[in-house]
């Protein structure tokens, strides 16, 4: 399928996707959510890729919320956040309003020295509609959640950093060898294991410990069953590079 908004490729079972902005006018935030919708769907039965990383997340790239009627009513982080594989973050501008959530809809995030995080819809008298309210304070704590949404404040990525908004700071030339040497490192591992690890984290913040604690002890069994269990067992034994297949 070929997309107007996005980019894509995959590259040694890491898929790349890329946000596209236009040349002149904002992008067509509606056309973005059917084509994320769609490519994300295809990665995640497709099976060619382990790990996402999604790039070009910036203040310009989405309508401000709120200046199109129809953009509150859609979700352009859902897609992201439906993915069961790990996605990384790579953050080369400013994460502002819609596209900080998306970025918190990614599983870790990296960012460049310069790049500033904020909801400034106070300001204009709306809230955020994509997620924001809900996975920031998860996130960094209710009480700094609020002040960020509150006050419409800017922080900057070393306070992002320290209150573990992003997981890693670079300078702007190691951006991408970073990110595809993260991604690369967990495409290496088993594909099972990288799904049911994020799945026993985000579903067991929503649970009561012992809940919690019972979904992980099921997952892991779980994965006592697979392919890829023996395999990383055979591996270790042979002190070799494992080969998972998924399975």
């Known amino acids: ?3 107007q908004t996005l980019s894509y490729e995959i590259k040694e079972r890491v898929a790349l996707i890329r946000i596209t902005s236009p040349k002149t006018g904002p992008l067509n935030s509606d056309q973005l959510t059917d084509e994320l919708t769609d490519l994300c769907a295809e990665i995640g039965t497709s099976g060619e890729a382990r790990v996402v990383i999604l790039g070009n997340i910036g203040e310009n790239t989405f309508f401000e919320q709120g200046n199109d009627p129809g953009s509150a009513l859609r979700s352009i982080s859902e897609p992201i956040a439906r ?9 080369d501008e400013d994460a502002v309003g819609q596209g900080l959530e998306l970025a918190l809809a990614c599983d870790i995030r990296v960012s460049v020295e310069a790049s500033r995080f904020g909801f400034p819809h106070i300001h204009k008298g709306i809230i955020p ?4 309210t809900q996975r920031l304070p998860r996130l960094v704590g209710r009480s700094r959640a609020l002040e960020m949404i509150l006050i419409g404040e800017m922080i ?10 992003v997981n890693e700071i670079v300078p702007p030339r190691d951006l991408a060898t970073v990110v595809m040497k993260m991604a690369q490192e967990m495409a290496s591992k088993g594909p099972i294991a990288l799904r049911y690890a994020k799945e026993a984290i985000y579903k067991g913040m929503d649970m009561t410990l012992e809940q919690g604690l019972r979904l992980e002890a099921d997952l892991y069994l779980l994965i006592h069953t697979s392919k890829d269990r023996t395999e990383g067992i055979s591996a270790f ?5 494992p080969k998972f297949e998924g399975k």
């Not at 034994?237 to 590079?241: A, I, L, P, Q, S």
């Open 156 to 165: 900057d990525a070393q306070e992002a950093y320290r209150l573990g908004l």
């Open 1 to 3: 399928m070929i997309y």
């Open 237 to 241: 034994r042979e002190k070799r590079t």
């Open 83 to 91: 993915l069961d594989l790990p996605v990384i973050a790579s953050i």
């Open 129 to 132: 509609s994509d997620g924001g």
